[in-house]
């Protein structure tokens, strides 16, 4: 079994963190585009171009299914690229759903975070009216968090003052929830946890997104045991030496958010 991961830069390997230890058995093909990084900024038609040539890239190697672990790409491509292909195409959506389950009366509200191209696109709005939670749900861009990301930049004093700087805009007093409505995001989540109110929740769609792949691959019969490889691409180039041991930090960074994480 192999399965394709895509994402616009190192944001979704938060997702291929969680697929790996749900899916052992899997051979994993990992497509950063980082030659093109950062999406949020740039016009529509532009990044389904880059999207479009990744899943042809993904689809070369012989994919039995494709997560495009970015909100962004999901927001605007999804439909497109499931009416070309065959093969399951699992996409994200920020986790409005399950963040509203957490809003406890009618003067609460829902932080939802993400690129600017997440947060104004249709699907999102037409999640969030359909689940009758336009009141309570707040939208809050954060494009920088994107890039340092992709700077593996964490815990700096320019990503606390950035973060309260966008966090200052809002009451978070009266919020429940913030939604990591980006890939790039959980990576920052020890850094949000100290700098936002203690009753709040962070959520992202990371688990549940890896456990809908799971689902589908045993629905479709393929057998999840054996022994599991990655390779990673940027761009459709293969990593080098240098490049790997920058997504094995990544993994290492996870591991460690995990431990600090826990309740």
């Given amino acids: 079994m192999k399965i394709g991961f895509f994402d616009s830069g190192i944001g979704g390997v ?20 980082t030659k093109n990084v950062p999406y949020g900024p740039k016009a529509k038609e532009e990044v389904f171009n880059y999207i479009a040539m990744a899943m042809e890239f993904l689809v070369s190697h012989e994919v039995d299914a494709i997560v495009i672990a970015c909100n962004t790409a999901t927001s605007i491509a999804i439909e497109r690229i499931r009416s070309k292909y065959a093969i399951p ?117 990371s688990i549940g997104t890896a456990k809908n792949l799971k689902r589908i691959m045993e629905q479709r019969g393929f057998d999840l045991a054996g022994k599991k490889t ?8 293969e990593a080098d030496c240098q490049e790997q041991a920058k997504f094995d930090k990544l993994f290492a960074r996870l591991r460690m958010l995990d431990e600090k994480m826990k309740p």
């Fill in 230 to 237: 990655i390779t990673f691409y940027n761009s459709g180039v």
């Fill in 89 to 205: 195409i699992i996409g994200m959506e920020p986790a409005v759903k399950p963040a509203l389950e957490n809003v406890r009366g009618t003067d609460r509200s829902v932080l939802v975070t993400g690129t600017q191209l997440t947060l104004k696109e249709e699907k999102l709005h037409n999640l969030i009216a359909r689940l009758e939670s336009g009141n309570v749900v707040e939208l809050l861009p954060l494009p920088g968090l994107v890039q340092f990301a992709e700077r593996l930049e964490f815990n700096s004093e320019a990503v606390t003052a950035y973060l309260k700087e966008q966090f200052a805009r809002f009451d978070l007093e009266n919020c429940d929830t913030i939604v990591l409505g980006c890939t790039h995001f959980p990576y920052f989540k020890d850094t949000i946890k100290e700098l936002v109110p203690a009753h709040i929740s962070i959520i992202d769609g």
């Fill in 14 to 33: 938060t997702v291929l963190y969680e697929a790996v230890k749900l899916l052992p058995g899997a051979d994993f093909i990992y497509y950063a585009d």
